[in-house]
């Protein structure tokens, strides 16, 4: 099992998420309009008023805050903490948690920088936790949001719910944890095709269990509604 999910199949996921994302942008991008649509009011004169346009569509749901605030809030939690989450595991990795003491000025030592990383990254799982099991309990308790819910809609987040879980079983569990260093000699390992099998690391089932959910996670991504974080500036591109 180690094999399969720590060796053979990190280079299937990649391949098939790659190549799902170029199918999927592709088509969009092929898609012929035989005619300019213009939605937006008030009407938006210059390409700056349309990329202003989608970045607050983007960043900030200017449209979900009109029409449910609280929603609205539920989601930018969501994605706050999960936009943390993932820079936390790509900085924190890249740097073994020693990305504070590498800004200037800040006199943080790297000590202090490792206790500031893993604060951060259990503070945003926890957030990302509590978001997205609001964003459940509503589709069950809102009448005219479980109207239109499709038993899709909850599967996925109830996957997400597993996978944020066993992440954070991971911080909150010493035992269970696992170091910078190692998880950042896998990935470099794996990047260079070297073997990988030999590594503590794939000896911990917690680990694999994450990492598994994770590269599931990633190649069905590009054929669900996950997409709609490319989705939305090309409709948004449209519309403006």
Do not use: C
């Amino acid at each position: 099992m180690s094999l399969l999910i720590g060796q053979i199949l990190p280079y299937i996921t990649v391949t098939l998420f790659v190549l799902g994302l170029a199918y999927r942008l592709g088509r969009w991008v092929g898609t012929r309009i035989v005619h300019n649509i213009t939605l937006s009011t008030p009407w938006l004169k210059s390409n700056s008023e349309v990329a202003i346009r989608i970045g607050a569509e983007a960043i900030l749901f200017r449209s979900l805050f009109r029409f449910d605030k609280v929603l609205w809030a539920g989601a930018l939690l969501m994605h706050i903490a999960l936009l943390n989450v993932i820079g936390g595991h790509v900085v924190g990795f890249a740097t073994l948690g020693e990305q504070f003491a590498m800004i200037p000025g800040l006199g943080i030592t790297s000590e202090l920088s490792k206790t500031a990383s893993n604060v951060l990254g259990t503070v945003f799982g926890i957030l990302l936790f509590v978001a997205i099991a609001y964003l459940l309990v509503r589709r069950f308790t809102i009448t005219h949001v479980k109207l239109v819910t499709k038993p899709s809609d909850n599967l996925w987040l109830v996957y997400l719910l597993v996978l944020v879980s066993v992440g954070n079983i991971m911080r909150l569990f010493p035992a269970t944890s696992v170091g910078y260093e190692p998880v950042r000699d896998y990935i470099v390992a794996l990047a260079t095709f070297q073997p990988v099998l030999h590594m503590d690391l794939l000896t911990n089932w917690f680990f694999l269990t994450h990492f598994l959910m994770v590269q599931i996670l990633l190649i069905v991504f590009p054929f669900s509604k996950l997409m709609h974080v490319f989705g939305m500036f090309a409709e948004r591109w449209i519309v403006n």
